[in-house]
T-cell receptor, first 113, second 112 residues
Framework: AQSVTQLGSHVSVSEGALVLLRCNYSSSVPPYLFWYVQYPNQGLQLLLKYTSAATLVKGINGFEAEFKKSETSFHLTKPSAHMSDAAEYFCAVSEMAGNQFYFGTGTSLTVIP | KAGVTQTPRYLIKTRGQQVTLSCSPISGHRSVSWYQQTPGQGLQFLFEYFSETQRNKGNFPGRFSGRQFSNSRSEMNVSTLELGDSALYLC???????????FGPGTRLTVL
């Protein structure tokens, strides 16, 4: 089974600063990778996904992530944080076969004005 | 297209009772997955249904069950509720294998 590790359950950045949220997965075969965002009392919204095309994936709201096979990582970045980015972020992995998603434990992003 | 809808949004039950939650996927989506979200355990996969068949199952006791109807709507049932079942239950639908999952707003279950 897959496992997903998100380093840092809480990350704080200043408004306008770089956002970096880390995600590592365990798999010998490149899986499908996703980043989701969850705002309070809401479901999860897809930010971006990697499906074995370009290794640098651009998503919504200015976020992007880079797939690095050698590091089994899929870190999420945004050049300049905005107050509205404050939320919980989840990295997820889907195995090549089947449709079971494995989620990381989430990273809560705080943006300091 | 309408998004994934879940009913009810909030539910309060007492220990020992049972509960049924409903999920209507996005039109055309045939896969429905259920997750339990708690502060301590994060998002945990319950099960996935595709074309009325359970295709994947997580590591939950048999008190947790589900089903999917021919119109792809899905229900999950929890019998003999325990305090630890208090959680946000999320439903997600997708078109097929490895496509992104679209999540509903969740059902907040509180067990007293």
């Amino acid at each position: 089974a897959q496992s997903v590790t998100q380093l840092g359950s809480h990350v704080s950045v200043s408004e306008g600063a770089l956002v970096l949220l880390r995600c590592n997965y365990s798999s010998s075969v490149p899986p499908y990778l996703f980043w989701y965002v969850q705002y309070p009392n809401q479901g999860l919204q897809l930010l971006l996904k990697y499906t074995s095309a370009a290794t640098l994936v651009k998503g919504i709201n200015g976020f992007e992530a880079e797939f690095k096979k050698s590091e089994t990582s899929f870190h999420l970045t945004k050049p300049s944080a905005h107050m509205s980015d404050a939320a919980e972020y989840f990295c997820a992995v889907s195995e090549m076969a089947g449709n079971q998603f494995y989620f990381g434990t989430g990273t809560s992003l705080t943006v300091i004005p | 297209k309408a998004g994934v809808t879940q009913t009810p949004r909030y539910l309060i039950k007492t220990r020992g009772q049972q509960v049924t939650l409903s999920c209507s996927p996005i039109s055309g989506h045939r896969s429905v997955s259920w997750y339990q979200q708690t502060p301590g355990q994060g998002l945990q996969f319950l099960f996935e249904y595709f074309s009325e068949t359970q295709r994947n199952k997580g590591n939950f006791p048999g008190r947790f069950s589900g089903r999917q109807f021919s119109n792809s709507r899905s229900e999950m049932n929890v019998s003999t509720l325990e305090l630890g079942d208090s959680a946000l239950y999320l439903c997600a639908s997708s078109w097929g294998q490895n496509n992104e999952q679209f999540f509903g707003p969740g059902t907040r279950l509180t067990v007293l």
